[in-house]
């Protein structure tokens, strides 16, 4: 079923050429001369990459009945982690291509949000931040602060970040799984 340029909006799911995109931003055009367009920024759901595109009347577009749901992270196995939807409490089998880059981030038991078009999972996005604890750095020294510089740290679900020299084993840190950076130390 096509889309009218007038029901774009961001937010929504549209099929174009057979891919799913998200609509990121959008604007509605009606030039003094010629018939009304929107100029959409989109998203694509399975690639992430972003496109600009102009979007006339005659041309075919699809509204995608995007979900989302919530998800509990369960187990991993191989190169599969196996998720809980939170609403049918089904399990969902998630590959590690999916995951991508999150994966250094995906604690036991967490809960993740999930894309789904037709029951078929598109995308898994962490929390913005995490609470993780330190298991192995190397030894601080007295006296170090924030503006004195970093040292890797290995945190509870193995991947590497960096971390203020006076981070300790044992410490909990706040990082923002978008980047993979240090946010600050958690008091417990």
């Known amino acids: 079923m096509g889309i009218s340029i007038n029901q774009i909006k961001s937010g929504i799911g549209l099929i174009i050429d057979g891919n799913i995109f998200i609509v990121i931003d959008s604007q509605?055009?009606?030039p003094g001369k010629g018939g009304a367009f929107a100029k959409v920024k989109l998203k694509n759901v399975r690639t992430q990459q972003t496109l600009?595109?102009?979007?006339?009347?005659?041309?075919?577009?699809?509204?995608?009945d995007l979900e989302e749901r919530k998800l509990q992270n369960l187990y991993e196995s191989g190169d599969n982690y196996h998720f809980m939807d939170n609403t049918t409490f089904e399990e969902v089998v998630v590959s590690k291509d999916l995951l991508g880059d999150s994966v250094n981030f995906l604690q036991d038991n967490v809960e993740v949000s999930g894309m789904f078009y037709q029951d078929e999972l598109l995308k898994v996005d962490l929390p913005i931040f995490i609470?993780?604890?330190?298991?192995h750095t190397e030894p601080g020294f007295r006296g170090d602060t924030s503006k004195a510089g970093n040292k890797p740290a290995t945190i509870d679900t193995g991947a590497t970040i960096q971390v203020p020299l006076f981070i300790d084993i044992g410490d909990k840190v706040k990082i923002d799984t978008r980047t993979g950076t240090y946010v600050e130390r958690v008091k417990t």
Do not use: F, G, Q
Not at 55 to 61: Q, R, T, Y
């Open 131 to 135: 609470i993780s604890e330190i298991t």
């Open 52 to 64: 600009d595109r102009t979007i006339k009347p005659a041309d075919k577009v699809e509204e995608a």
């Open 28 to 30: 509605h055009v009606k």
